[in-house]
């Protein structure tokens, strides 16, 4: 069982950095690809980024060049940095295994940037 913590979001000027975290509670975190899920105002909730157990990363094409997701096994704890912050990235931010296990969405945090 793996339970999925959040946290790290705010309100930021576009432009500006965030870093998001994401505890996970489980001792099988460490062989879990894990996603960053994102879903704004209105709007179906879209993965943003993932990470395979060995570093191998992969992004959406909205956030490629911005976002870095990374984790520490050692910690239990995903990231992702954001950083040259748009409007469109407001939203409430997820994580969860990639494809995502119903049971281990969280309350996510939101992230909110204005101009």
């Known amino acids: 069982q793996v339970a999925l913590v959040e946290s790290g979001g705010g309100l930021v000027q576009a432009g500006g950095s965030l870093r998001l975290s994401c505890a996970a509670s489980g001792s099988i975190f460490s062989i879990l690809t894990m996603g960053w899920y994102r879903q704004p105002p209105g709007q179906e909730r879209e993965l943003v980024a993932f990470?395979?157990?060995?570093?191998?990363?992969t992004y959406a094409d909205s956030v490629k060049g911005r976002f870095t997701i990374s984790r520490d096994s050692a910690k239990n704890t995903v990231y992702l940095q954001m950083n040259s912050l748009k409007l469109e990235d407001t939203a409430v931010y997820y994580c969860?295994?990639?494809?995502?296990?119903?049971?281990?969405w969280g309350q996510g945090t939101q992230v909110t940037v204005s101009s």
């Open positions: 990470i395979t157990s060995t570093g191998r990363t």
């Open positions: 969860n295994t990639n494809p995502a296990t119903v049971h281990y």
